[in-house]
């Protein structure tokens, strides 16, 4: 089964606008954690945000903010007021086993901001 | 500025060459991870060190691929022999794996191996 779906190949979305990227998990493990990661053209993989399993609140950085819905096994992923360098692949992942294991990641998804 | 380097950058070899990819993760960080990103499989696993011990190569082909440690300051990936369907971009990341859930893996820019 897969650990981590993300639904959505590509989306679209105009500049200065919120765009929301889907990530479900699945883990039996009641201590995990949740990553996203994005990969621009270029191809280096950039950390954006972490969401622990036991975290109470949302997590947010900046722009991005981590929608964590815990009973529904998903974090998806908000970009506030998007901007042309938005525009790249975006990786969910998960870690779980209080971190002794690796990152596992989703499909990704690709995000085109339009101007 | 820290971050993980990876060694080359590119490479194209042929069929049946021994390739080596070479990864100096961040000073200090105790766990290194290799992963293979391909357009059909997306990021796979290979190996997970942790204080230079392997922990996980359950996800590495193990007849022709072997990753180790020789130091805390290098990790190499060895491929041989190489096979066309080894053409990806395999990405080192080094993370600090003292059980904490919150430490991200830091990528370095990865090698885009070609096997022809």
């Known amino acids: 089964a897969q650990k981590i779906t993300q639904t959505q190949p590509g989306m679209f979305v105009q500049e200065k606008e919120a765009v929301t990227l889907d990530c479900t998990y699945d883990?039996?493990?009641?201590?995990?954690?949740l990553f996203w990661y994005k990969q621009p053209s270029s191809g280096e993989m950039i950390f954006l945000i972490y969401?622990?399993?036991?975290?109470?609140q949302n997590a947010t950085e900046g722009r991005y903010s981590l929608n964590f819905q815990k009973a529904r096994k998903s974090a998806n992923l908000v970009i506030s007021a998007s901007q042309l360098g938005d525009s790249a692949m975006y990786f969910c992942?998960?870690?779980?086993?209080?971190?002794?294991?690796?990152?596992?990641f989703g499909s990704g998804t690709r995000l085109q901001v339009q101007p | 500025d820290a971050r993980v380097t990876q060694t080359p950058r590119d490479k194209v070899t042929e069929m049946g060459q021994e390739v080596t990819m070479r990864c100096q993760p961040i000073?200090?960080?105790?766990?290194v991870f290799w992963y293979r990103q391909t357009m059909m499989q997306g990021l796979e696993l290979l190996a997970y060190f942790r204080n230079r011990a392997p922990l996980d190569d359950s996800g590495m082909p193990k007849d022709r691929f072997s990753a180790e440690m020789p130091d805390a300051t290098l990790a190499t990936l060895k491929i041989q022999p190489s096979e066309p369907r080894d053409s990806a971009v395999y990405f080192c990341a080094s993370g600090l794996g003292q059980g904490r859930m919150n430490t991200e893996a830091f990528f370095g820019q990865g090698t885009r191996l070609t096997v022809v």
């Open positions: 969401q622990g399993s036991y975290d109470q």
């Open positions: 992942a998960m870690r779980e086993g209080e971190g002794r294991r690796a990152l596992t």
């Open positions: 000073l200090g960080h105790n766990t």
């Open positions: 883990t039996s493990d009641p201590s995990y954690g």
